[in-house]
């Protein structure tokens, strides 16, 4: 592959997939710490409502209504299982699952009831995404970086997942001590006086931010996998929050490159012409990354 | 229509797959059930992103020897060889190293689904000259149900309600109370390993009515329904099973009744309406009777502190007292007392002062931990009791 084609390829599916495991990767060290670890993966299926409700009421594709559907969505899950788990006293797992497959079903009902038949819409396309897809067409080759003309044909995709990857460091980056102490041990957070519930809340929204964001750019295969497995994996290598959460964001990196270039020219060596899902591809190479660490961690036990 | 559809007369086909949904809604339900109580619920989602590599890996092999990919038998065998690894892989994850069983869950999940979405690709190119389907395993598919399938899929719910009928009792104990069952000689390891293979079982058997991805609302949803009804295991169980029942039932209806309803989430959407409609009403545990409860308690606690700051002569500020007051006939407007008020606040500061000796002495102390600001001690303690301390008390002193 030529300079050229791999700007106009893949580089643009590259950087968006990089950008969008690293947005999921990082608040995910917190939720597997927290044991909320499954609240990427109800989120991810509760987006798939508010996308089709922002369909219903807008009668287009754009992206604004559908982020601030699916926000909303995920909004309402986290009120319904929280409402559930206290005021029916039932256990979070059970309250959560009851939640994100009604909610799920309900968007797949109504789906199925309007009419897409002229838009891109379905439920394929919000499981696996379309990485292949962002491609820059307005690019000739490396050059092209500093031609604002084909700069401007970038896909919005990239400018989206960036400022949410800008927005979730940076959180990070100002909130770490207090996320850290209230990770590790809430009692002691408490009596520093900082504001636990609010510390809680802050790391699903965030989570919630940036699944929302990763998901309109590579589907919520990618988010879930991205939420779980490369923090459970880093998890293994350390004993210290801060190398976890480099670990995980390297391994983040490595399974979105790696899964990227696999899917799309791992094929070719078994004589095949046609890629297969690179959506699928990262999630499986960070599953792999993940029994890896299981086996040979250091700090697996 | 949509009665034809309930009362299944809408010819043997649409009959037979109502039928099937109804058997795998009870099992489901049944099975479920013992998950829930073991507060594993949400391992069911890792064994049902798990079954997709399974599929798809069975459609290449059936395919590559020649026959049709198709095959369900051949599809559901494969799903459940790699659930199967799923699961001993979430089992590993959290007994062997330091994951917790969530993290467990999702990264099972997550990496198995991914590679089943990687095979499906696959499937897609390969030239094989008829359209797969396999999508169809995602979110299911009624339509257009082969008979044999059907056939099979309530085969398949008979039997693992057969088999958790069996199993019912070490199950319920080792649900209900994990360390008293091991104590008494059941082996625990091997009754989960059981209720997780019943579980595995009703997911594989449920991928073609309800799909994949929302199988485990079969398995959760009724079963927390049920909760909400009884304290009893059996009845949870046997609950369970009927709303799964219902609900497949209703929701199969439903589908039949109208083009472009699909089948699995109906069923899901109808099991969470019965669930929405018990969270609200059930008696003790629903919202309504702890909302009428907690108006109870309150009402009682006000009346009780309204009536010790009378006796005190203290004012009342709290306009909510003194409103219960006056609807009782016990207080006036401006908050002093009726007649029977002053009696009732002088009874009830003899209780309050008899609640505080009982405190103080040692061996009434775990009645006195009942004292909730509106229970009297008349209901507590016997007349002996409450003559000792009203002994301790002493004479009444005249009111100033």
């Not at chain 1, 439920?123 to 970086?145: K, P, Q, R, Y």
């Not at chain 2, 009959?15 to 049944?30: D, E, H, M, R, S």
């Not at chain 2, 395919?63 to 690894?85: E, I, N, Q, V």
């Not at chain 2, 108006?295 to 309204?306: E, L, N, P, S």
Request: proline share 4%; hydrophobic share 55%.
């Amino acid at each position: 592959m030529n300079g050229a084609d791999f700007v106009a390829f893949s580089l643009t599916p590259l950087l968006i997939g990089s950008l969008a495991a690293l947005a999921c990767a990082l608040p995910g060290n917190f939720l597997v710490l927290r044991r909320q670890a499954l609240v990427g993966d109800a989120i991810s299926h509760v987006v798939l409502p508010g996308i089709v409700l922002a369909f219903l009421v807008t009668g287009t594709i754009s992206t604004w209504p559908m982020l601030l559907g699916s926000a909303a969505a995920a909004i309402v899950a986290v009120v319904l299982i929280e409402a559930i788990r206290r005021f029916g006293r039932i256990e979070p797992g059970a309250a959560m699952g009851v939640v994100f497959t009604a909610m799920f079903a309900a968007g797949v009902l109504a789906l199925e009831q309007s009419d897409t038949s002229g838009v891109h819409l379905d439920v394929e396309h919000a499981l696996f995404g379309n990485l292949e897809s962002l491609i820059w067409l307005d690019a000739t080759g490396w050059e092209s970086l500093l031609d604002p003309a084909a700069l401007a044909g970038l896909p919005p995709e990239l400018f989206r997942i960036s400022l949410v990857t800008l927005a979730v460091v940076a959180g990070l980056a100002v909130f770490w001590r207090p996320l850290a102490i209230s990770t590790f041990d809430e009692g002691f957070a408490k009596t520093l006086g900082l504001p636990v519930r609010a510390i809680g809340l802050g790391i699903v929204i965030a989570s919630a931010l940036a699944a929302v964001a990763a998901f309109d750019a590579v589907g919520s295969i990618i988010v879930i996998a991205m939420f779980i497995c490369p923090p459970a994996a880093a998890r293994l290598m350390t004993n210290r929050l801060g190398v976890q959460v480099a670990w995980s964001a390297v391994f983040a990196l490595i399974a979105a490159v790696l899964g990227f270039t696999l899917a799309g020219s791992g094929p070719a060596w078994f004589g095949s012409e046609n890629a297969v899902s690179a959506a699928g591809m990262v999630g499986t190479v960070a599953g792999v990354i993940l029994a890896c660490a299981a086996l040979f961690g250091p700090a697996r036990n | 229509m949509l009665r034809d559809a309930l009362t299944f007369q809408l010819g043997y086909n649409a009959t037979l797959v109502t039928v099937a949904a109804v058997l795998l809604g009870i099992a489901a339900g049944v099975t479920g059930t013992f998950l829930f109580l073991r507060k594993r619920a949400l391992v069911s989602d890792a064994i049902a992103h798990a079954t997709l590599p399974g599929i798809g890996l069975a459609f290449i092999m059936l395919t590559l020897s020649g026959h049709d990919g198709r095959y369900l038998p051949g599809l559901l065998a494969g799903s459940a060889l790699t659930a199967m690894s799923g699961l001993f892989a979430v089992q590993w994850l959290s007994s062997r190293t330091r994951l917790s069983e969530d993290a467990a869950i999702g990264a099972v999940l997550s990496a198995y689904f991914s590679f089943g979405i990687v095979l499906l690709t696959v499937i897609q190119t390969m030239s094989t000259g008829q359209q797969a389907g396999l999508e169809s395993f995602l979110l299911g598919s009624t339509a257009g149900m082969l008979l044999t399938d059907a056939i099979l899929i309530a085969l398949g719910g008979l039997l693992v309600v057969a088999l958790v009928f069996l199993f019912r009792r070490p199950m319920s104990l080792v649900s209900f109370d994990p360390g008293f069952a091991s104590t008494s000689g059941v082996r625990l390891d091997r009754i989960d390993l059981t209720m997780m293979g019943l579980v595995l079982a009703v997911t594989v058997v449920g991928l073609k009515v309800v799909g994949l991805i929302l199988v485990v609302a079969l398995l959760i949803i009724p079963p927390v329904t049920a909760r909400f009804w009884t304290n009893r295991v059996e009845l949870v169980v046997l609950l369970a099973g009927a709303f799964g029942g219902i609900a497949a039932w209703l929701g199969a209806g439903l589908s039949a009744s109208a083009p472009d309803l699909p089948t699995g989430p109906l069923i899901v959407l109808v099991s969470f309406c019965i669930f929405a409609i018990s969270m609200a009403f059930a008696p003790r545990r629903g919202l309504l009777s702890s909302l009428v409860r907690h108006r109870r308690f309150q009402t009682g606690v006000h009346i009780r502190q309204g009536l010790l700051a009378m006796a005190q002569g203290q004012p009342i500020y709290e306009p909510l007292t003194i409103r219960l007051l006056r609807g009782r006939g016990l207080a006036r407007a401006d908050g002093m007392p009726t007649r029977e008020g002053t009696v009732r606040a002088a009874r009830a500061l003899r209780d309050e002062k008899r609640w505080e000796i009982a405190r103080a002495t040692p061996e009434l102390e775990l009645a006195a931990a009942r004292y909730d600001g509106r229970t009297q001690i008349e209901d507590v303690l016997t007349a002996d009791q409450i003559a000792e301390i009203d002994r301790r008390i002493g004479p009444p002193e005249a009111v100033q």
